[in-house]
């Protein structure tokens, strides 16, 4: 998918609500666990409940393995069924991955070609060649670490080194790589203030902003000070969609939270555009 | 396994050789093709030959994963066929990971719990509650990037932070977190110059050493500058040694690059010991 059509489809469904997917056989609805696939049926019934509400899911590629290949083979399910049904959704994978070279391509191919996601999310320490095999690829994208919405954000990312906080010495850094223009990157909405000088180095670049809800962080902060003339964000919600209730009624309350974010949203685009 | 157990078998085996299982299918042997499960059958023909000479294996979890479910499946049929056969291995998963603490402690839960693995390679940049999630597990340990050995490394590693470089900052302030002794660190061979430093802000920790052959760094170098008292490094060799032919003898010629490696390791220790 290219960008010109991720922001079409964020004008079409007034919306930039990413859901995540970070399924935990612990959180679901019981009845699901008698089923063959309970992490697929989750997902299935979660996507079928919000699709028209978001305009991107976001499975944590973690919550799979950590079920072996069971849960390899409910991500591949996830996937093809968002590719089948919704070929309009921007899918990441949200895997942190990242390695020397030759190594990168082989996560590039996993979640580019074997997969077939529109975009994995990268970790940065490694550099220029840890990053580069994944930009490499037409039409994906790859949504680098910047700033992130936990606690531990603080440890290095924030460390100033030259003048320049590291998150920032990242974005500027990452502008000069290769196919540089396939870059995203991750800025957690607890730090809402710090949007403003993120905006100043990467003016034009989508942000996937995990945080808002669950974690704390302010929707209409973040794209007070986040929003670009071509929106810009990608909001990501998990835990406050998918686990809003432990019922059978899941998917519905899922429905009623998404569609509560959407007309947030809406409403911001209404002010702004 | 437990640090002391890794020192009991480099010494035992007179060998601190950690053999990395990047299986890429079109570097093997073709006739290895024809059969089922290519990737595994590969590993298990290369772990026959050559543990007598290595006291680790570190399978690279982007060459699995780049086959999708085949991959995974090979993967855990690996490490099964290592823990059944050779309990006194020490096991890498390479997978860089490292997240959130929710997501974090799935990660730990894949590869220390579902896979078994006696560690896990983890980045760095999310900081401290990205990290102990893996550390909470008593008896497994967290290799986590320092200086790594690619030409990335000199992006964001080295860049000076307060009067330290990046990587060193990375050390010391891991060395506060909850269950630190759990923690081994990545530094590559190819900067064999930086281990005295490094050694000063970690005495005691096992470093684990890529980039040993074909990425051009000296085995002398590395022990001169990064050995202690309790040997304290695990130098990895991948595509030197499990690629040393891509014919039908290509066991047979990875246990004579491994024992090459291993008998220099062994003079080392003599001269060192």
Redesign the interface.
Known sequence: MTTQQLLEQIKLKKSFLCVGL?V?LNKIPQHLLALEDPIFEFNKAIIDATHDLCVSYKP?I??F?????K???AL?KTINYINENYPDIFTIA?A?????????S??A??FFE??NFDSVTV?????????EPFLAFENKHTIM?AL??????????T????GNE?YK??LE?SKSWKNSENLMYVVGATKAEYFTAIRQIVPDSFLLV?GVGAQGGSLSEVCKYGMNDKIGLLINSSRGIIYASKEADFAEKAREEALKMQQEMQTIMADKF
Chains 1, 2 share one sequence.
């Open positions: 970070d935990d944590n973690a919550f393995e950590a079920y072996g290949i849960g390899w083979v591949q949200d942190k991955r990242g390695d020397i070279g030759n190594t990168s082989m996560y191919k996993a074997d997969l970790a940065p320490y490694m550099g220029k060649d840890s990053v670490l992130t919405s936990n606690e531990g954000a603080f440890d290095f990312q460390l100033n080194v030259g590291l010495q990242v850094t995990p």
